[in-house]
């Protein structure tokens, strides 16, 4: 009987309620059935409620003696509610549904001068609702933070994925707040690329990866004459593999930094192994 729960409302009167082993919470039949108007309470849960959703568990009758009470789910309860003639039905769905659950899934309790009363007579339980109350109270608060941190990597790697194609190394450089040939600087200190002719190309290790493509570019000679040269520009696997790179070097994109930290992204010349 450790799960049983007794509430009181002034206008629907007591109800009894039982938090299940996983976690749910059930209602006892007969008290629900009398605060939405039913006069025949037993022959209501046979009409209105499914079998799989009805459970037997002890209760204290106003004798002082132990009774079986059916205790029925979330689902019944709503079949009932919408089964009663009752005027107030609707208040009563008010009660239960938009403050009683909710307070029990928060706190793992609800603050009727019933659970007042059994806290201030018994501090084992005001220590258990409490603990409670503290640890869900921690749980949605890192739960919270855990969203903050994520939030400004996934909108990266959302605008990443809104951009297929290639990319020039200049677009990625400008997340990163610094130029292209500092980033390109960056990436041959790290051993990834090497420089031949006015192009960049990768090192063998990382040649048949997907990383990059080379894309014709329209140039303007010194003499003025026109001409088209080869670029490397990066896939958005590249991209994604120059962010892991430099966020393992402590390097994170602007998106990313807090707002108050202003870093200047420098590169070692170590290579990556």
């Not at 605060?35 to 568990?57: E, P, Q, W």
């Not at 008010?94 to 706190?107: A, G």
């Not at 005001?126 to 969203?147: C, H, N, P």
Request: proline share 5%.
């Amino acid at each position: 009987m450790n799960g049983l729960q007794i509430f009181n409302n002034p206008e629907f009167g007591e109800i009894r309620t039982f938090k299940e082993p996983d976690g749910s919470v059930t209602f006892c039949g007969t008290d629900a059935a009398t605060a939405l108007g039913y006069s025949n309470t037993r022959d209501a849960l046979i009409r209105h409620c499914k079998s799989d959703g009805v459970a037997n568990h002890d209760v204290i009758d106003t004798l002082g003696r132990k009774q079986k009470a059916k205790f029925i789910s979330e689902g019944n309860l709503y079949r009932l509610i919408a089964g009663s003639q009752l005027p107030g039905a609707d208040k009563f769905e008010h009660w239960i549904f938009d403050e009683v659950l909710p307070s029990i899934r928060q706190t793992g309790f609800y603050g009727t001068p019933a659970t007042i009363d059994a806290m201030l007579s018994n501090p084992d339980t005001m220590i258990k609702m409490l603990t409670a109350y503290k640890e869900e109270k921690e749980g949605r608060a890192a739960a919270e933070t855990k969203v903050k941190e994520l939030t400004p990597k996934a909108t990266y790697c959302d605008h990443m994925l809104d951009n297929p194609g290639l990319v020039p190394i200049s677009s990625i450089a400008k997340d990163f707040g610094m130029s292209a040939r500092a980033l390109n600087k960056m990436l041959h200190n790290y051993g990834v690329q090497y420089k031949q002719g006015d192009q960049w190309l990768l090192y063998a290790k990382y040649q048949d990866c997907g990383y990059v493509g080379s894309k014709p570019v329209d140039i303007v000679r010194k003499d003025g004459s026109p001409s088209v040269k080869p670029q490397t520009q990066w896939t958005q696997l590249g991209r994604k593999f120059i962010y892991d790179l430099l966020k393992s070097n402590g390097i994170l994109p602007i998106v990313e930094r807090p707002p108050f930290i202003k870093k200047k992204a420098t590169a070692k010349k170590k290579r990556v192994g």
